[in-house]
């Protein structure tokens, strides 16, 4: 990895005058200007971006951990809406491009960027002749997480401790949300959907089972398991389907990837009782909702509804589709068909094979990584985190704000674990003959004696 973390730290000084000054500027723009929304960002920018820049860690972990909250902070300014988790993400990004470039560090990238290039291309082709108004936010919006996430996160750090307080502060996060959820007794609290908070959950307790297995001592791994509890629990109260399945096939992923599914059976039996005490704890008329899954049902309905309208769409251009931003004007509830209805057949397949390239490096990372590795951690988070939202988004919004920033944000941590691995195999594989320039003492005076 290119970017070393500062090992001095921020400078203290400068960045608390820069919140005091700042926090200066947005009181009295409260106070003194109709609609003081410029000001604030402008106030953020700087002091986010500065944090970016000489502590990049902390801006990924904080950036990491909001990721979770979905509301719309744009205010209506143009024609983009961005969340706290998105506009983080940006501020940390153009203080990273500017850090690569003054260090003169290259930016490298994974064996994902070629099949998301072709995917983002063919999303331009099927708009050129479908445009709609929906097209640029929504291509913006695949490349914050296709792109500018990967990147930030695959360059943020050259320590694996720089990860796990990024996993740490979305389980906090996520915790946070669930105890929320618990004292409301609704899954719908802070401006935030149940399926929102659902996903959220999810992720979390994937995140949280990983600190749990790969905890460095008895005490870490305690609060881990703590945490655990008490996101599945979370999970369960959301009442979202999808996001039950999600968090099935992620943690199913993670346990293969660690080669611990007795684990995943222990796991299993101690979190059942809890499962059955919080689903035995809600309302009757919850409980129908969140297990009816039949046809008629009005949610189930939509699903098919949604599903029915994308093919209606799709068969109309099966090739390149109907243009990207068809999303926005329907209930699209299915990544595959919403696929298919945007950009057709060959939008679909460059879309699936950005997850098998990504899944192909994280099964190669994964074999040349010992299970105590920290960067293990980072492979098996990121490909349990995609499958989450990938399978999440079979049955609900894929293109959604969340968690799919986080998950995305972990594919780059998992691609970060990837240049390890390679420099790792090349330093392996590199010839002996090297040594001779290192050699100094006693034995590189006889080798020289010998050759002479």
């Given at each position: 990895?290119?970017?070393?973390?500062?090992?001095?730290?921020?400078?203290?000084?400068?960045?608390?005058?820069?919140?005091?000054?700042?926090?200066?500027?947005?009181?009295?723009?409260?106070?003194?200007?109709?609609?003081?929304?410029?000001?604030?960002?402008?106030?953020?920018?700087?002091?986010?971006?500065?944090?970016a820049?000489v502590?990049p860690?902390?801006?990924?972990?904080?950036?990491?951990?909001?990721s979770?909250?979905?509301?719309?902070?744009?205010?209506?300014?143009?024609?983009?809406?961005?969340?706290i988790?998105?506009?983080?993400?940006?501020?940390?990004?153009?203080?990273?491009?500017?850090?690569?470039?003054?260090?003169?560090?290259?930016?490298?990238?994974?064996?994902?960027?070629?099949?998301?290039?072709?995917?983002?291309?063919?999303?331009?082709?099927?708009?050129?002749?479908?445009?709609?108004?929906?097209?640029?936010?929504?291509?913006?919006?695949?490349?914050?997480?296709?792109?500018?996430?990967?990147?930030?996160?695959?360059?943020?750090t050259?320590?694996?401790?720089?990860?796990?307080?990024?996993?740490?502060?979305?389980?906090?996060?996520?915790?946070?949300?669930?105890?929320?959820?618990m004292?409301s007794?609704?899954?719908?609290?802070?401006?935030?959907?149940?399926?929102?908070?659902?996903?959220?959950?999810?992720?979390?307790?994937?995140?949280?089972?990983?600190?749990?297995?790969?905890?460095?001592?008895?005490?870490?791994?305690?609060?881990?398991?703590?945490?655990?509890?008490?996101?599945?629990?979370?999970?369960?109260?959301?009442?979202?389907?999808?996001?039950?399945?999600?968090?099935?096939?992620g943690?199913?992923?993670?346990?293969?990837?660690?080669?611990?599914?007795?684990?995943?059976?222990?796991?299993?039996?101690?979190?059942?009782?809890?499962?059955?005490?919080?689903?035995?704890?809600?309302?009757?008329?919850?409980?129908?909702?969140?297990?009816?899954?039949?046809?008629?049902?009005?949610?189930?309905?939509?699903?098919?509804?949604?599903?029915?309208?994308?093919?209606?769409?799709?068969?109309?251009?099966?090739?390149?589709?109907?243009?990207?931003?068809?999303?926005?004007?329907?209930?699209?509830?299915?990544?595959?068909?919403?696929?298919?209805?945007?950009?057709?057949?060959?939008?679909?397949?460059?879309?699936?094979?950005?997850?098998?390239s990504?899944?192909?490096?994280?099964?190669?990372?994964?074999?040349?990584l010992?299970?105590?590795?920290?960067?293990?951690?980072?492979?098996?988070?990121?490909?349990?985190?995609?499958?989450?939202?990938?399978?999440?988004g079979?049955?609900?919004?894929?293109?959604?704000?969340?968690?799919?920033?986080?998950?995305?944000?972990?594919?780059?941590?998992?691609?970060?674990?990837?240049?390890?691995?390679?420099?790792?195999?090349?330093?392996?594989?590199?010839?002996?003959?090297?040594?001779?320039?290192?050699?100094?003492?006693?034995?590189?005076?006889?080798?020289?004696?010998?050759?002479?």
């Amino acid at each position: 990895m290119e970017l070393a973390q500062n090992k001095k730290g921020p400078p203290k000084a400068l960045l608390g005058a820069l919140i005091l000054v700042g926090s200066m500027l947005s009181l009295g723009a409260y106070y003194t200007v109709e609609d003081p929304t410029v000001v604030y960002g402008a106030c953020f920018a700087v002091v986010f971006g500065t944090l970016a820049f000489v502590a990049p860690e902390w801006a990924a972990a904080v950036t990491f951990a909001v990721s979770v909250f979905q509301e719309d902070l744009s205010s209506g300014v143009g024609p983009f809406r961005f969340s706290i988790g998105e506009i983080c993400l940006l501020v940390a990004f153009m203080g990273f491009i500017y850090r690569q470039l003054t260090g003169g560090r290259p930016i490298r990238v994974g064996p994902t960027a070629w099949p998301i290039l072709l995917y983002l291309g063919l999303c331009a082709i099927s708009s050129v002749t479908q445009w709609r108004d929906s097209v640029i936010p929504s291509m913006l919006q695949m490349f914050f997480y296709f792109v500018i996430a990967q990147i930030f996160f695959s360059h943020f750090t050259d320590r694996p401790e720089g990860f796990r307080a990024c996993y740490i502060a979305l389980v906090v996060t996520c915790g946070f949300l669930a105890v929320m959820e618990m004292i409301s007794g609704s899954a719908y609290i802070l401006g935030l959907h149940k399926n929102g908070i659902g996903a959220s959950l999810a992720g979390g307790l994937i995140v949280a089972s990983e600190l749990y297995l790969g905890a460095p001592s008895a005490r870490s791994r305690m609060v881990s398991a703590g945490a655990v509890v008490l996101l599945a629990g979370g999970l369960v109260l959301s009442l979202s389907r999808g996001a039950w399945g999600g968090a099935l096939a992620g943690l199913f992923a993670l346990f293969v990837l660690r080669g611990q599914l007795k684990m995943a059976v222990r796991l299993a039996i101690v979190l059942l009782p809890i499962v059955v005490i919080v689903w035995r704890s809600l309302p009757a008329e919850k409980q129908t909702y969140a297990a009816d899954f039949n046809s008629t049902s009005m949610n189930i309905d939509a699903r098919y509804r949604s599903i029915d309208y994308a093919r209606l769409q799709w068969e109309q251009s099966p090739v390149f589709g109907n243009g990207v931003g068809l999303r926005k004007e329907y209930d699209a509830t299915n990544v595959v068909w919403t696929c298919l209805a945007e950009t057709g057949v060959l939008g679909l397949a460059a879309f699936l094979l950005i997850h098998f390239s990504f899944a192909r490096m994280c099964l190669k990372s994964i074999k040349l990584l010992p299970k105590t590795d920290p960067l293990a951690s980072s492979v098996v988070i990121g490909a349990a985190g995609i499958l989450n939202v990938f399978v999440h988004g079979l049955v609900d919004h894929y293109w959604s704000r969340g968690i799919l920033m986080a998950s995305w944000a972990g594919a780059g941590m998992a691609t970060a674990a990837w240049f390890r691995v390679k420099n790792r195999v090349r330093g392996s594989l590199a010839p002996v003959a090297s040594v001779d320039v290192e050699m100094k003492g006693p034995l590189a005076s006889r080798r020289a004696g010998a050759e002479g």
